[in-house]
């Protein structure tokens, strides 16, 4: 089955500086990578995700960069507020199953 | 469009009892997926249905758990004889299950087990 990593497992960071976290995983087949952001006690929804066939896509200050021949993905956010604290997950998909990385949990000091 | 529903939020139960979990999908969905998220954990798929069929259940412990998505109503995730360890978040998802490419899958808010 997939093995996937996220790391680092816990990131703190000053309001307004980035965060980047990044996940690698061992599976050549997969072909979707989305991120998910989770807050306690609620359903992980869907922030960015990427298709195989880009490397690099952008939404306001958040953007996700794919590495095939590498196998990981990266998550940045750019000008990091408060209201970005939450747990994230990156889990990339092969055929319809999702393969979640064990989280990062991020912190962004106001 | 509602989302994903699904019921209850959040669920009691004593070891030996059984627990129903209920989903339905998004409107024009037909395909559910089934994870279980322990505490501080990611994720992990249990199964894969289509409407009136099981198409991978890898994940699901062979054992007291068994799931269903049958032509009329919800999808269920059954647990029998319940033991704390399946205290956890059980969330659904569900897909459009169009051909064409990687399926998006929307994420319904989970029902939390407690098992006493």
């Known amino acids: 089955g997939e093995n996937v990593e996220q790391h680092p497992s816990t990131l703190s960071v000053q309001e307004g500086d980035s965060a980047v976290i990044k996940c690698t995983y061992s599976?050549?087949?997969?072909?979707?990578f989305p991120w998910y952001k989770q807050e306690l006690g609620k359903r992980p929804q869907l922030i960015i995700d990427?298709?195989?066939?880009?490397g690099e896509k952008k939404d306001q200050r958040i953007a996700v960069t794919l590495n095939k021949t590498a196998k990981h993905f990266s998550l940045h956010i750019t000008e990091t507020q408060p209201v970005d604290s939450a747990v994230y997950f990156c889990?990339?998909?092969?055929?319809?199953?999702?393969?979640f990385g064990a989280g990062t949990t991020v912190t962004v000091r106001a | 469009n509602a989302g994903v529903m699904q019921n209850p939020r959040h669920l009691v139960r004593r070891r030996g009892q059984e627990a129903r979990l209920r989903c339905s999908p998004m409107?024009?969905?037909?395909?559910v997926y089934w994870y279980r998220q322990l505490p501080e954990e990611g994720l992990k798929f249990m199964v894969y249905?289509?409407?009136?069929?099981?198409?991978?259940e890898s994940g699901m412990p062979k054992e007291r758990f068994s799931a269903e998505f049958p032509k009329e109503g919800p999808s269920i995730l059954r647990i029998q004889q319940v033991v704390r360890g399946d205290s956890a978040a059980y969330f659904c998802?569900?897909?459009?299950?169009?051909?064409?490419?990687?399926?998006?899958?929307?994420f319904g808010p989970g029902t939390r087990l407690t098992v006493l």
């Open positions: 990427i298709r195989s066939n880009v």
């Open positions: 249905l289509q409407k009136e069929n099981i198409i991978d």
């Open positions: 998802a569900s897909s459009t299950g169009l051909a064409g490419g990687p399926d998006e899958q929307f």
């Open positions: 599976d050549s087949a997969s072909n979707y």
């Open positions: 889990a990339p998909l092969n055929d319809y199953k999702l393969s």
């Open positions: 409107k024009g969905h037909s395909h």
